[in-house]
């Protein structure tokens, strides 16, 4: 049986250049209506974990979450599975840093930019400021990563930054550390936490 990875993964290869047959009999095997279009799987993390915490199954529901490797691939991405593509309905997340590359890229496949939430620095920033960083601390020694933040911060590039970039900074400084504190942020949140942007996306699924 069809599963969303083997579509991610069908997407993947079509995006580069490969068929794009694969990643269409999914689609249809899947009963895919919306399509997810995130920067990377940290962001990927988040958005599953928040709408599991929200008794969503977004597989059942043919939604697909789909990391793209960075915002500049969302033109291709929205060329490949919303309107000139698969016809899917498009959602996602973008970095304000980045929303050029998404007015662009979303203009150029011809897909509504409706359905696209802005991050003021990125998803992790949004998280950690809606948590706090005390309790975001708390959740890395909870991790067992006290040491490893410890050693981070008598780095010399750290002294003097604000604590919430130093976290920020910390999070992505070790691979799959992103995507694991992705989950366990979101999972951390009361519910009137959850940060704007991606509290509208979840709902707009």
Same mark, same amino acid.
Do not use: N
């Given at each position: 049986? $069809?599963?969303?990875?083997?579509?991610?993964?069908?997407?993947?290869?079509?995006?580069?250049?490969?068929?794009?047959?694969?990643?269409?009999?999914?689609?249809?095997?899947?009963?895919?209506?919306? $399509?997810?279009?995130?920067?990377?799987?940290?962001?990927?993390?988040?958005?599953?974990?928040?709408?599991?915490?929200?008794?969503?199954?977004?597989?059942?529901?043919?939604?697909?979450?789909?990391?793209?490797?960075?915002?500049?691939?969302?033109?291709?991405? $929205?060329?490949?599975?919303?309107?000139?593509?698969?016809?899917?309905?498009?959602?996602?997340?973008?970095?304000?840093?980045?929303?050029?590359?998404?007015?662009?890229?979303?203009?150029?496949?011809?897909?509504?930019?409706?359905?696209?939430?802005?991050?003021?620095?990125?998803?992790?920033?949004?998280?950690?400021?809606?948590?706090?960083?005390?309790?975001?601390?708390?959740?890395?020694?909870?991790?067992?990563?006290?040491?490893?933040?410890?050693?981070?911060?008598?780095?010399?590039?750290?002294?003097?930054?604000?604590?919430?970039?130093?976290?920020?900074?910390?999070?992505?400084?070790?691979?799959?550390?992103?995507?694991?504190?992705?989950?366990?942020?979101?999972?951390?949140?009361?519910?009137?936490?959850?940060?704007?942007?991606?509290?509208?996306?979840?709902?707009?699924?």
């Amino acid at each position: 049986m $069809a599963d969303m990875q083997a579509f991610r993964d069908a997407v993947s290869r079509w995006a580069v250049g490969g068929a794009g047959e694969p990643a269409s009999d999914l689609a249809v095997q899947l009963g895919l209506r919306t $399509a997810v279009l995130l920067e990377g799987p940290s962001d990927l993390a988040a958005v599953e974990a928040l709408a599991a915490r929200r008794g969503r199954d977004l597989a059942v529901e043919g939604v697909c979450v789909v990391p793209m490797g960075g915002a500049m691939s969302v033109g291709r991405y $929205a060329g490949l599975l919303g309107p000139p593509g698969l016809g899917l309905r498009l959602r996602g997340l973008c970095d304000e840093g980045e929303q050029r590359f998404y007015d662009r890229g979303l203009k150029r496949a011809r897909a509504p930019h409706q359905g696209f939430f802005v991050c003021v620095a990125d998803l992790e920033e949004e998280l950690i400021r809606a948590l706090g960083t005390a309790r975001v601390e708390e959740i890395i020694r909870a991790e067992g990563d006290l040491r490893a933040w410890q050693t981070f911060l008598r780095q010399p590039a750290q002294r003097g930054r604000p604590r919430q970039q130093q976290l920020r900074r910390f999070l992505g400084t070790k691979k799959g550390r992103k995507i694991r504190y992705g989950r366990l942020l979101v999972e951390s949140l009361d519910p009137g936490q959850v940060p704007a942007p991606l509290d509208d996306l979840v709902t707009s699924l």
